[in-house]
Every structure is written in structure tokens, then in C-alpha cells.
């Protein structure tokens, strides 16, 4: 084990950096755009237009039947080949999107056909519209049921992002392959390169596990909740004291 670690990491710390940076960076893109157009086509899936359910249904088993390596290559050498040149960023997060959109809009659907429909026709008793009704009543509970989903989804697009290195994205495993090119120190980096990997996933799953945990507890997550909770106690407990003191009189 004396001759294993004998790369010069300092050397490589920056690029090491510069590389965990640009990960992240494919990771948070991706995953913003996987999430909005997953849930776009979660909702052309509950259409009552038979052609949207079809289109969204075709697109969802197309992307969930082919590797993502594929599409990878697809996107940045096939449409070369016709013209359409896309730098590596934009590849490779064009790439994540279009793929996990398709798992993500089947969490999505799931999740929001999961919601009772009396919930819907109590919006609709109240006089909200369409769009209050999901924005108001029918989001906030499918946000909780397709949360584990959803997290498990953005800790495998984090590891997923290694498969760039086929395009040479600059991510850890690129940097990794260089480093090992320079030092032939194979089993070291790629060791090293693991870790690392290692130290991204299992504290963001373990922080996504305990968002999970809050949610199911009802903890509200934005300020404004926050808030508006806090006031409900405080006017809750004002009528208390008040009906306590009416009674004594």
C-alpha cells in the first residue's frame, strides 16, 4: 500500500476543482430542466387531448427505453453530422434533461393522479379556477408524494454526469482519465475520482432524506408558510384566551 498513493494531488488540485465545479454545474442545469419539462409532459399526460397524451407518451417511453450513452452521443455527434453544432455544455446538459424528464414526468404523473379528486371539486365549490386549483390545492400534496422519486432521480443524474467523459466534458471523470493519462496511476485516480463522488452523493442524499422527513411531517418549508402558519397559532390562541375569559365571566 506504501507505493499506491504516489500521484502529486497538489499539482492537479486546481483542475481537481474546476472539474468537482463544472460537475455540480451539469448537475443543478440539468436537473432544473429535467424537472420542467418532465412536469410538462406529466401534464400533457393527464390532457384530456388524446394527441398531447400521445406525443408525452411516445416521448416518455422513447427516452426510458434508450441509454443514456446514446443519447449522449446522439446530441453531440449525430447532430454535428447534420449541421446542428452544440458546444459540450449544452450537449451534455441537453443530453441529462431529455432523459431524465422522461422518469421524472412518470414520478410527476403519478403523484398528481395520486390526489384525491374530492380535493379538486372542493377548489372548484370555493370558485378557483383551473389553474388555482393546481397551483393551490393539487401541487402542494403531489410535491410530497413524488419527493422520494424525485430525490433518487437527482443523486443518479449526479453520477450520471460521469458518462460525459465520452464527449470530454471536463467533469471529474475527464480530469480523472487526463490525470491518469499523465501519471499511469490508474487504480490511485480513479480511487481518488470515486471518493470524490462519494463525498457529493451520500451527504446530498442524506440531506434529501431529511427534506423528506420534514415534508411528511408537515413542516412547511418556505418562509411565507412559515409565516402564515405562525399567524394562524397566534390568532388560534388569541380565540382561546378570549372564549377561556368569556367563560369566567
Known amino acids: 500500500m506504501s507505493g499506491l498513493f504516489q500521484v502529486p494531488w ?16 451539469y448537475t443543478v442545469v440539468s436537473f432544473v430542466g429535467a424537472v420542467l419539462l418532465g412536469l410538462a409532459v406529466a401534464l400533457l399526460r393527464l390532457s384530456r387531448a388524446w394527441p398531447a397524451r400521445a406525443v408525452a407518451a411516445v416521448y416518455t ?3 426510458k427505453n434508450v441509454p443514456l ?15 446542428i453544432r452544440l458546444d459540450v455544455f449544452t450537449a451534455g446538459c441537453l ?28 377548489g372548484e365549490a370555493l370558485g378557483l379556477g383551473r389553474a ?4 393551490h390545492i393539487v401541487l402542494p400534496q403531489a410535491v410530497r408524494q413524488a419527493l422520494p422519486g424525485t430525490n433518487t ?21 475527464s480530469e480523472g482519465r487526463l490525470i491518469t493519462s499523465a501519471t ?3 487504480l490511485e485516480v480513479y480511487l481518488v475520482i470515486s471518493a ?54
Open 10 to 25: 497538489s499539482d492537479y488540485r486546481p483542475d481537481l476543482v474546476d472539474a468537482l465545479w463544472r460537475t455540480v454545474s
Open 61 to 63: 417511453e422513447v427516452f
Open 69 to 83: 450513452l446514446a443519447i449522449i452521443f446522439l446530441t453531440y455527434f449525430g447532430l454535428a453530422s447534420v449541421g
Open 95 to 122: 443530453s441529462l434533461v431529455v432523459f431524465y424528464a422522461a422518469y421524472l414526468s412518470e414520478i410527476f404523473r403519478s403523484a398528481i393522479s395520486g390526489v384525491h379528486a374530492g380535493q379538486t371539486e372542493a
Open 132 to 135: 388555482g386549483i393546481f397551483g
Open 153 to 173: 432521480m437527482l443523486v443518479d443524474l449526479l453520477k450520471s454526469t460521469s458518462l460525459l467523459v465520452t464527449v470530454s466534458a471536463a467533469e471529474l471523470m
Open 184 to 186: 499511469f496511476r490508474a
Open 196 to 249: 470524490i463522488y462519494f463525498a457529493l452523493c451520500y451527504p446530498l442524499s442524506q440531506l434529501l432524506l431529511l427534506l423528506e422527513r420534514k415534508v411528511r411531517a408537515g413542516i412547511p418549508l418556505s418562509p411565507w408558510r412559515r409565516r402564515r402558519l405562525k399567524a394562524a397559532r397566534v390568532l388560534l390562541a388569541s380565540a382561546v384566551e378570549a372564549d377561556m375569559k368569556a367563560g369566567a365571566v
